[in-house]
């Protein structure tokens, strides 16, 4: 039986390398480098308007899906994602996040990710704050707290978002959900440490990643740092 600190199962601490911080000329090779360590691959998708910077579209993701068995964790950082949610999960996601920020109608929208065949996730902004996204909880098997502000790699996490991390593994608690709690934003093998002690388990992870010599053995590295903060405190 595995323990549980926090109310986070320790054999459930998860890292999402962020392909935004692979080298795109060899992504194939980049997500092989990752594939012996890493549970899932963590996909941003940003429209130059919701988000600054463009990144990527579903024919990407498809390239992706065909070089590699792993989840995709598909981020959308875009403006009416209700108008291509259906492209990115038959292009290959398997989980997509959409951002209470980014629609009007959030519920509806959950409903179609799933109705699509993808687990269903919400991300926030570290602005905003957790009543945006606590009506949906039962909807989701995951939220996304960003912990630096979205649309840019290499970052330094904002380290007040973590107080939503701890408030929102509390009410999951109170209520009885099986959640994933996932951090996007400065990570690094210090404040993984931190994000897990506040209740996260799945930590998202770019330039720490592939900026490594091994990035397998970065990933490792995360996982590792995290449980040794959560041991400890027990």
Do not use: W
Not at 76 to 97: K, N
Not at 174 to 197: E, F, H, K, N, P
């Amino acid at each position: 039986m595995s323990r549980e600190e926090n109310g986070v199962d320790m054999a459930e601490l998860k890292v999402a390398p962020s392909i935004l911080s692979a080298d795109f000329a060899s992504l194939s090779a980049e997500i092989g480098r990752v594939s012996a360590s890493a549970v899932m691959l963590h996909v941003d998708v940003m429209d130059g308007r919701f988000v600054p910077n463009i990144t990527i579209g579903p024919p990407v993701v498809k390239c992706i899906r065909q070089v590699t068995p792993l989840p995709l964790d598909v981020h959308l950082m875009i403006v009416e994602p209700e108008r291509h949610v259906q492209a990115f999960a038959e292009a290959g996601a398997d989980i997509i996040s959409v951002h209470a920020e980014a629609t009007f109608h959030l519920n509806r929208l959950l409903d179609d990710i799933r109705s699509s065949g993808c687990r269903a996730a919400v991300a926030i902004n570290p602005a905003t704050g957790l009543g945006a996204v606590e009506h949906v909880l039962h909807m989701v098997d995951m939220v996304l707290i960003m912990t630096v502000n979205p649309g840019f790699g290499g970052q330094r996490m904002i380290e007040e978002a973590l107080v939503k991390v701890r408030e929102l593994r509390d009410i999951a608690a109170r209520r009885g959900l099986s959640l994933d709690i996932q951090v996007d934003g400065g990570i690094d093998d210090t404040t993984v440490t931190q994000a897990a002690l506040a209740g996260a388990n799945v930590f998202v992870a770019g330039s720490y990643v592939f900026g490594a010599a091994n990035p397998a053995d970065a990933v490792n590295r995360l996982k590792l740092e995290a449980r040794k903060a959560l041991a400890q405190k027990s």
